[in-house]
T-cell receptor, first 114, second 113 residues
Framework: EAGVVQSPRYKIIEKKQPVAFWCNPISGHNTLYWYLQNLGQGPELLIRYENEEAVDDSQLPKDRFSAERLKGVDSTLKIQPAELGDSAVYLC????????????FGEGSRLTVL | AQSVTQPDIHITVSEGASLELRCNYSYGATPYLFWYVQSPGQGLQLLLKYFSGDTLVQGIKGFEAEFKRSQSSFNLRKPSVHWSDAAEYFCAVGGANDYKLSFGAGTTVTVRA
């Protein structure tokens, strides 16, 4: 069974440029999460989807961050414009059910903003 | 509010020695508790989880953890560490009616020969 796939693995951009990250969850997993992981920190939830609906985006900085999950499968997280403080790892995770359970994580997308 | 504290930022252990990683949580109801491991450049992998029942839970790679409600702790242990156990370990808490996991800041484990 394929795991959670994320791309790109690494991205280096200059500040004020846009960037997008893509996630393909495990087949059949209705719940998809985007987490932010700063260096030396644990993951922090940005947004959670149940199918195509964003049911918790309270931690997403909506002035520059956006996300979508068209057709309830793949998801894209976008930052526009990027700031220096956005340098971090962006983790995508999926789970088969909505309630707390095991999350399956992708390898992450490491963003460096210069 | 839910939160997790991992008091040890970095632990160095000799190969073959035992390992214990501490985790203290704060949660207003019955907690669901998890330990994840993250190797360099990799995503997080679940080691074990506690939902209910026996307070000593077994996980993958020879790890176990013990839930102590009175101490709000969920410490992770391994009797004999292998060099491949060098990684970062995260404790997380959620709940039965919750949709969100809160992670600790992690403990980095270094294994010396």
């Amino acid at each position: 069974e394929a795991g959670v796939v994320q791309s790109p693995r690494y991205k280096i951009i200059e500040k004020k440029q846009p960037v997008a990250f893509w996630c393909n969850p495990i087949s059949g997993h209705n719940t998809l999460y985007w987490y932010l992981q700063n260096l030396g920190q644990g993951p922090e939830l940005l947004i959670r989807y149940e199918n195509e609906e964003a049911v918790d985006d309270s931690q997403l900085p909506k002035d520059r961050f956006s996300a979508e999950r068209l057709k309830g499968v793949d998801s894209t997280l976008k930052i526009q414009p990027a700031e220096l403080g956005d340098s971090a790892v962006y983790l995508c995770a999926s789970s088969p059910g909505g309630k707390t359970g095991e999350l399956f994580f992708g390898e992450g997308s490491r963003l460096t903003v210069l | 509010a839910q939160s997790v504290t991992q008091p040890d930022i970095h632990i160095t252990v000799s190969e073959g020695a035992s390992l214990e990683l501490r985790c203290n949580y704060s949660y207003g109801a019955t907690p669901y508790l998890f330990w994840y491991v993250q190797s360099p450049g990799q995503g997080l992998q679940l080691l074990l989880k506690y939902f209910s029942g026996d307070t000593l839970v077994q996980g993958i790679k020879g790890f176990e953890a013990e839930f102590k409600r009175s101490q709000s702790s969920f410490n992770l242990r391994k009797p004999s560490v292998h060099w491949s156990d060098a990684a970062e370990y995260f404790c997380a808490v959620g709940g039965a009616n919750d949709y969100k996991l809160s992670f600790g800041a992690g403990t980095t484990v270094t294994v010396r020969a």
